[in-house]
């Protein structure tokens, strides 16, 4: 990194070169020699190149040769890694410490970002046509797309667009409402408000938790509808902010910004949407099951009013704020009279498990592949507990602060089984990180988003109950047998096949927003018309006419595209397909764990250092030997449970 920042590739500097020929020209001129000599100079002068005309970013005009653009990547290079590490400290200090100064801070670097990415954007258009290097191309390519929320090259914005963007965030991190537990009501947070015996106010993390434990469902939709009071405030800015980066987009050469985001697969655009719905059609067969399944499961614990048998389920009944991932209604689905699995969440509590001790058991199994342990200063720096004197942002994180050795996570960590699984999924963003430390700026980062958010996931699926008396976290002799392995896959089932048709929603929604198919009247309404459509979900009553749901869930005002966790939902499968197959394990997929295998962490390794160097394709097959995403590896892990539901549902009428 200090390489690169020493190297002189600025602009200054390469505008210097280019112009050498004619300032030295200039100098002898000034300097007054005799006849013979001036005559010599002039027609020297004559014969210099003329100087080149320059266009508004200074570049010169005219064909562009591939030193040119060769020395406009090194420039680029070198900027990003200057500005990065600079706004990746900015961004941590306002997501730890969420006040007025730091979102002003954060808001100002992330004009500064918006307008370099814009500013090379454009420049980089200067080499269309000419014929690179595939590693220069594939940089030029990346920098033509900008960013995720590119800005327009308008006076002004970048600095509202990342202003919009900070205020979003914010919002979303810093919400609450009050809650009313005797009167199971709920109202919006009011500036001095005055609580009243019965009411208090609530994070996120603690309604999370109702939702979670909660079988009331007068309870459960109170707080599910008091959650979304926090989001009706954010309709006008996001659509302010939609419509600054679709200028952005335009302006790069795309439709739209959905446009922008489906072109980062390696593939057309079109082609992506394509692949997406492909995937999606391999596993709806199983989730149509399972939600058929847990419908009549929830119809027997709530009845016929609450969750009548032909209709989507609602929303609020379904452990998460969310509805996407449903393990935490496993007690309501439980085969009954099956064999039991492991309930993780009181494992930990018995053997008295603390966030430090999570993160550490995490990290245990990533070194247990070969990888070195975290620096110090991960553990230094990293928050792993919701202090309980400021704001903030509680959704989980990981940071690559000078993308090389700086790396932290940022959880506001609970002792459950959930967190021990998002635990894991944070450290292998960290872990792959510091894999392709050594990468080009350019290459930093996942061969495609989908790889960045499945590596942790992968290895959290080698949590099986083997591993963990390995670990000390289960007691040898309450390893179930091989009759609890139904109650292992609903349990997996309910977190990982659940969020397959929500994983691939929200960018649906996004894409039509950026579109102009849906406006600020329909955004809600288009939203619910998506999650009928994908999850068979519905709101637990009639949403208010300024209702703003999208926004109530974090990667809508955090910015952050969806459907690479709808990617990864796939590809871990894959992974840990493959990663078995490696190892020689012979039993059934869920009861494998590659814990310890250094042989299986090498060649992971191996696709985890090209990082985005090359096309995705050549990522996978570096680690499986195929180049195609595919669920098969989902279906195949779930095979016993899809005859399992299918057999249940037999005589029951599927579908919303
Ligand atoms: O946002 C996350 C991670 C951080 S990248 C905690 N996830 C998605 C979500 O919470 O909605 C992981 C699973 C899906
Ligand atoms: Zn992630």
């Known amino acids: 990194m200090i390489k690169l920042l020493q190297r002189t590739s600025s602009k200054a500097a390469m505008m210097a070169v280019l112009l050498a020929s004619a300032s030295l020209a200039l100098s002898a001129c000034e300097s007054g020699q005799s006849d013979f000599e001036e005559l010599a100079k002039h027609s020297e002068a004559m014969q210099a190149p003329p100087a080149p005309t320059l266009d508004k970013y200074g570049d010169p005009t005219g064909p562009a040769t591939v030193q040119q653009a060769r020395e406009f990547l090194e420039e680029a290079e070198a900027k990003i890694v200057q500005?990065?590490?600079?706004?990746?400290?900015?961004?941590?200090?306002?997501?730890?410490?969420?006040?007025?100064?730091t979102n002003w801070l954060?808001?100002?670097?992330?004009?500064?970002g918006a307008l370099l990415s814009t500013n090379l954007a454009n420049r980089a258009k200067r080499f269309n046509g000419l014929t690179l290097p595939a590693d220069m191309a594939r940089k030029m390519d990346g920098l033509k797309r900008g960013s995720n929320f590119p800005a327009p090259d308008k006076e002004g914005a970048a600095e509202k667009l990342s202003t919009l963007m900070t205020k979003l965030d914010s919002t979303y991190g810093t919400g609450k409402f009050v809650f009313n537990a005797k009167n199971k009501s709920f109202a919006p947070m009011a500036d001095g408000q005055e609580l009243t015996k019965d009411e208090r106010v609530l994070t996120l993390g603690e309604a999370s938790d109702i939702i979670a434990k909660s079988r009331d469902p007068e309870t459960l939709k109170a707080v599910w509808e008091g959650w979304r009071t926090i989001s009706k405030p954010m309709k006008a800015d996001y659509a302010a902010m939609a419509s600054i980066v679709n200028d952005g987009a335009s302006e790069l050469g795309f439709a739209d910004t959905g446009a922008l985001w489906r072109s980062g697969y390696d593939m057309p655009a079109d082609d992506f949407v394509k692949e997406a719905d492909r995937l999606f059609a391999q596993v709806k067969p199983l989730y149509e099951q399972l939600h058929c399944y847990t419908r009549a499961e929830l119809n027997k614990e709530y009845g016929n009013d609450v969750v009548p048998l032909d209709q989507p389920i609602r929303a609020d009944?379904?452990?998460?704020?969310?509805?996407?991932?449903?393990?935490?209604?496993?007690?309501?689905?439980?085969?009954?009279?099956?064999?039991?699995?492991v309930d993780v969440t009181k494992q930990l509590e018995a053997q008295d498990?603390?966030?430090?001790?999570?993160?550490?058991?995490?990290?245990?199994?990533?070194?247990?592949?070969?990888?070195?342990?975290?620096?110090?200063?991960?553990?230094?720096?990293?928050?792993?507990?919701?202090?309980?004197?400021?704001?903030?942002?509680?959704?989980?994180?990981?940071?690559?602060?000078?993308?090389?050795?700086?790396?932290?996570i940022k959880m506001c960590t609970k002792v459950n089984a959930d967190d021990f699984s998002t635990v894991h999924h944070e450290l292998g963003h960290n872990f792959y990180q510091r894999a392709y430390k050594n990468q080009p700026v350019f290459f930093k980062d996942g061969a495609n988003d989908g790889f960045h958010e499945a590596i942790g996931d992968m290895v959290a699926l080698s949590i099986t109950p083997d591993y963990l008396v390995e670990i000390g976290l289960l007691d040898e002799k309450d390893v179930p047998g091989a009759d609890a392995d139904l109650a292992l896959l609903l349990r997996q089932a309910m977190d990982k096949v659940a969020f397959l048709p929500f994983g691939l929603m929200v960018d649906q929604w996004r894409w039509k927003v950026f579109s102009g198919e849906l406006t600020p009247a329909t955004y809600n309404?288009?939203?619910?018309?998506?999650?009928?459509?994908?999850?068979?979900?519905?709101?637990?009553?009639?949403?208010?006419?300024?209702?703003?749901?999208?926004?109530?869930?974090?990667h809508i005002p955090g910015n952050t595209p969806y459907?690479?966790?709808?990617?990864?939902?796939?590809?871990?499968f894959q992974f840990h397909q493959a990663a078995c197959e490696q190892a020689g394990f012979e039993g059934p997929l869920h009861r494998c764990s590659i814990y310890g295998n250094e042989d299986v962490g090498a060649k992971f390794n191996a696709m985890m250092e090209m990082g985005a160097s090359k096309p995705w394709p050549d990522a996978l097959e570096a680690f499986t030997g195929n180049r195609d995403m595919d669920a098969t590896a989902v279906l195949d892990y779930f095979a016993p449970l899809m005859t399992f539901l299918e057999e249940e549902n037999k005589d029951r009428t599927c579908g919303w």
């Open 353 to 408: 498990y603390d966030a430090l001790k999570m993160v550490q058991t995490a990290e245990g199994f990533f070194t247990s592949l070969g990888f070195d342990p975290l620096p110090d200063t991960f553990y230094k720096r990293s928050l792993i507990t919701k202090p309980a004197d400021r704001e903030v942002q509680c959704h989980a994180s990981a940071w690559n602060i000078n993308d090389m050795d700086d790396i932290r």
């Open 106 to 112: 954060a808001a100002k670097v992330g004009a500064e």
């Open 83 to 101: 500005l990065s590490e600079y706004a990746a400290r900015v961004y941590w200090v306002n997501a730890n410490f969420i006040t007025d100064d």
């Open 525 to 554: 309404s288009g939203w619910w018309e998506l999650r009928e459509k994908y999850q068979g979900l519905r709101a637990p009553g009639v949403r208010p006419a300024d209702a703003f749901d999208p926004g109530a869930k974090y």
């Open 317 to 341: 009944l379904l452990g998460n704020m969310w509805g996407q991932q449903w393990g935490n209604i496993y007690d309501i689905v439980e085969p009954k009279g099956a064999t039991k699995g």
């Open 563 to 572: 459907m690479r966790y709808f990617l990864a939902h796939i590809l871990q």
